[in-house]
């Protein structure tokens, strides 16, 4: 089931809601981050969200995003009253952290089993890579092997959904619908690995870093000159703050012609319905 019109405009009005208080929040400790992802894509083509999208997508630095963290334990804050869920806070299964809004519930229809919850948006760390060509590719490779027994884990709670994916995702999920990997494999240990993994080459002497956890996992890697310069965008009513090498950026993620609509297939992506 895909969101109708109004449902969507529902929807975004309580994405906005978790922004406004995230970026006043990082403004006023002085944390970095940038709009990521279709969010960055809707803030170039549209100057606000993608007409058919409805969530935002933010990253930090690794220092940050573990600094914002630890600000947010003491909940002291604006946002002490939007659930803040990660792995290591809640029983979220999830590896990126979320910040939510209880005054909009969804039902997710994407995965086997559908789910009820909180809207949210996505917090990505931005994490380092080697220096070394050979290296990233070695430890890529070992971080997309985390990230499939994370994926297989909890199997029957992942997206299924077959649109945009590359033929050896569609082939590990027609696998895993055999198999049943989630019976055998422990999720937090599983998020334990991973995380330990991407920590692995510290952000601040890396020349390369990743947003491995997106959804074009390494193909969101870029040199990090690309999130030491920085600029705001008119998102709606907003201004947000996101890289200054958008076109290198989005180029690399969704092809260079970027700015021109996709397919109707592509726009309905999203299998969310409002909470009644």
């Given at each position: 089931m ?18 406004i ?13 940038f ?30 995003y573990?600094k ?22 809640s ?50 490779l ?20 077959m ?13 895993g ?30 020349t ?24 705001v ?15 290198e950026?989005l180029?690399?993620?969704y ?15 999203h ?6």
């Amino acid at each position: 089931m895909t969101v109708n019109l109004d449902d969507r405009k529902i929807l975004q009005h309580a994405e906005k809601e978790l922004v406004i208080v995230f970026a006043d929040f990082c403004q006023q400790h002085d944390l970095q981050y940038f709009i990521m992802g279709g969010t960055l894509l809707g803030a170039v083509r549209h100057q606000g969200f993608i007409p058919w999208d409805d969530d935002i997508d933010v990253g930090m630095p690794r220092p940050d995003y573990e600094k914002f963290q630890e600000l947010l334990a003491k909940r002291e804050n604006k946002l002490a009253d939007f659930p803040f869920r990660t792995f290591k806070n809640s029983d979220t299964t999830e590896y990126v952290a979320r910040l939510e809004n209880p005054h909009t519930k969804i039902v997710d229809r994407s995965a086997v089993v559908a789910e009820q919850r909180n809207s949210w948006m996505d917090i990505f760390p931005l994490d380092g890579m080697p220096k070394s060509k050979l290296l990233r590719k070695i430890h890529g490779l070992n971080l997309l092997r985390l990230r499939l027994l994370l994926k297989y884990s909890e199997f029957d709670r992942v997206s299924v959904n077959m649109t945009e994916r590359p033929l050896i995702e569609k082939v590990f999920i027609k696998l895993g619908q055999f198999i049943q990997p989630e019976k055998r494999l422990d999720t937090k240990q599983c998020l334990v690995n991973l995380d330990h993994a991407l920590q692995r080459f510290p952000y601040g002497r890396a020349t390369y870093v990743v947003n491995f956890m997106g959804a074009y996992k390494l193909n969101e890697m870029f040199p990090k000159q690309f999130y030491l310069k920085g600029q705001v965008y008119a998102f709606d009513d907003l201004q947000l703050y996101g890289t200054s090498y958008s076109d290198e950026i989005l180029s690399q993620m969704y092809g260079s012609n970027y700015m021109e609509p996709p397919s109707e297939q592509v726009k309905n992506k999203h299998f969310t319905e409002i909470v009644k």
